[in-house]
């Protein structure tokens, strides 16, 4: 929150979806802040529902969200300013950012990463769709998103959501909306187009870590995902 507060103060307002309560040490009369809760936004006969999957489905249904809007996972940091333009196109369309090397391939194979089958059956939907399969992964970095293709794309796919969303915690079914699933599906329709941004991932088991978080306060990074 407060990277974004420093970073992009041009931000008008932000919703935060959460099953948690509020904590005592955020101001509840700033207007620009709204505590969105699960039971306010997603069907109550899939909750309670701890899968970001399923969650993530239905960022749209958020009361009074802008039609183009920027997602952030819980761990991504906004590490300098950015404007607009590094979000959307001067037409409104998204710039989606996508992983240089890591990709999709091969069918759902349950036992394997939760992200990675979701990729998988979100490329398998983008087949069925356009006639070609996807295989880059989006990149951890904040998602520029369109509500009325996201809504769009539910109501293309809503016997697939309807079955994943009753998945309480990951299945290897799942469908990654905001993230895969959007991106192809928009570069598909020509509502995005490829950007580029100079990220880093810092993960814990990495040995490098420290060298990365080294680098990502140096100022030449925009996002870091810790």
């Avoid at 802008?66 to 300098?80: G, H, K, S």
């Avoid at 240089?100 to 069918?107: F, I």
């Avoid at 509500?147 to 109501?155: Q, V």
């Amino acid at each position: 929150l407060r990277s974004v507060a420093q970073n992009l103060p041009w931000v008008r307002r932000i919703y935060v979806f959460t099953n948690c309560a509020r904590p005592a040490w955020l101001k509840e009369d700033d207007p620009r802040l709204v505590w969105v809760r699960h039971e306010d936004v997603i069907a109550p006969e899939y909750l309670p529902v701890f899968n970001s999957h399923v969650i993530e489905s239905y960022l749209h249904h958020i009361p009074d969200l802008a039609e183009r809007f920027i997602y952030l996972n819980d761990d991504f940091f906004v590490m300098r300013p950015l404007g607009k333009e590094h979000f959307f196109n001067a037409n409104g369309t998204s710039r989606v950012h996508l992983e240089p090397y890591a990709m999709v391939t091969g069918p759902v194979r349950p036992g394997d990463a939760d992200y990675l089958n979701a990729a998988r059956t979100s490329a398998g939907l983008i087949r069925r769709r356009f006639g070609h399969v996807p295989t880059q992964l989006h990149r951890h970095v904040p998602y520029a998103l369109r509500r009325s293709t996201l809504a769009t794309i539910e109501a293309e796919l809503a016997d697939t959501f309807a079955e994943f969303r009753r998945n309480k915690f990951r299945r290897s079914n799942d469908v990654n909306l905001p993230s895969f699933l959007y991106h192809h599906y928009a570069l598909a329709t020509r509502e995005a187009t490829l950007a580029d941004c100079v990220s880093i991932l810092v993960k814990s088991h990495d040995i490098r870590w420290h060298a990365r978080l080294n680098e990502a306060a140096k100022g030449r990074t925009d996002i870091v995902c810790i």
